[in-house]
């Protein structure tokens, strides 16, 4: 395997970039993480829609800073002190969970709330594996069964045993769901869209009796970028990452996210340049084969697969709406967030067929 597909940090992007005076003199003041004489090197890890994230290299050290991103209007889900909490917590019990190191409350020092945890270093499949990185059938195969097992295995941990049992409130979550879902749409909506609207109402009609059975801690944004993989293996994953969304709930409703981002070759074509990773690969796992391994994995059915489907379709595009909201107001310069528009239109059209085909 190859050093070089690890995933590394860049020049921090236009208009992200940290006060790094603030940042050290907060951490010599309250940390032991920089002396008074060391210095600290700033970069960002690429990709990334939501949370902002960042290496700090100070000497031989390298940590890793996460803050909400800039012109961020939705506090609930990029709320730094919770995403430290949920890591507190499950650190000691669940190795998949980076060790966090501190947080800062005062928006005062970065603009908003951070903080800090460890690096690991692994590679992270984003739309396409890193360069040079080959996958056969059986290495694919192997990769996305690894995903889907360790969504299972996440859902199984014992929560009320990790002190998170403040977290959520599970009886009622997937309707809460979806009605949070459907407001957040409505207060970041830049255009008229019907469809979209209709697969709100179909959602909010259709909610499956069992949605909220066999709650467990959920991670609300698991896939292929979003776990950190062993560059001498890379069919294991060695951390789970972005835990900004994490909570008690419906292990369904979760799984419906990780199918959401699921792209399939035989998929609309306008799809196929959403996937997330390798899952449009030959030897992939189907969404019907990874519902299939995950109900073997948990021992629990999951029922109405299209439901949670279009439920994840729905909320990607709600969030990808929200970030467009925010460039169309000229909160980020990202270019990147220009084309939004045009994916969210798309999911809402490929949600309504799914409702229809019932696939």
């Not at 690894?146 to 014992?158: E, F, N, R, V």
Request: aromatic share 8%; glycine share 8%; proline share 6%.
């Amino acid at each position: 395997m190859s050093e070089g597909w690890i995933d590394e940090p860049r020049a921090v992007r236009e208009g992200e970039a940290l006060d790094v005076e603030a940042l050290a003199a907060w951490l010599r003041a309250n940390t032991s993480l920089l002396s008074a004489d060391a210095s600290i090197e700033v970069q960002q890890f690429p990709s990334g829609y939501s949370n902002l994230t960042y290496m700090l290299r100070v000497g031989a050290t390298e940590l890793v800073l996460r803050r909400p991103p800039f012109g961020n209007t939705v506090k609930s889900g990029h709320d730094m002190g919770r995403e430290h909490t949920v890591l507190s917590r499950l650190a000691p019990i669940y190795p998949l969970a980076p060790r966090p190191l501190a947080y800062c409350e005062d928006p005062a020092i970065l603009g908003a709330p951070f903080y800090l945890m460890e690096r690991r270093r692994g590679v992270v499949i984003r739309r396409q594996p890193p360069k040079g990185m080959k996958l056969d059938e059986s290495e694919t195969r192997r990769l996305s069964a690894a995903l889907i097992d360790g969504l299972a295995q996440l859902h199984g941990l014992d929560w009320a045993a990790a002190g998170l049992t403040e977290l959520g409130k599970p009886h009622g979550y997937a309707r809460r769901q979806v009605e949070g879902w459907t407001r957040r749409w409505q207060a970041a909506q830049t255009d008229e869209l019907a469809r979209l609207d209709a697969v709100a109402a179909w959602l909010a009609a259709e909610l499956p009796a069992d949605a909220d059975a066999d709650p467990a801690l959920i991670h609300n944004d698991y896939k292929y970028d979003n776990v950190l993989l062993d560059a001498d293996d890379p069919g294991r994953i060695i951390a789970v990452l972005d835990w900004e969304m994490a909570t008690i709930g419906s292990p369904r409703m979760d799984l419906g996210t990780t199918l959401g981002y699921w792209v399939e070759a035989g998929d609309d074509p306008r799809l196929q340049g959403l996937a997330f990773g390798p899952t449009n690969l030959p030897g992939s796992l189907t969404r019907a084969e990874l519902i299939d391994r995950y109900q073997q994995q948990r021992g629990i059915a999951v029922g109405d697969g299209v439901y949670y489907r279009v439920f994840g379709l729905f909320k990607i595009a709600v969030i990808l709406q929200q970030i467009y909201a925010r460039y169309r107001k000229g909160a980020t310069q990202d270019s990147r967030f220009a084309a939004l528009g045009y994916f969210v239109t798309m999911l809402a059209e490929i949600a309504d067929a799914a409702i229809t085909s019932r696939r």
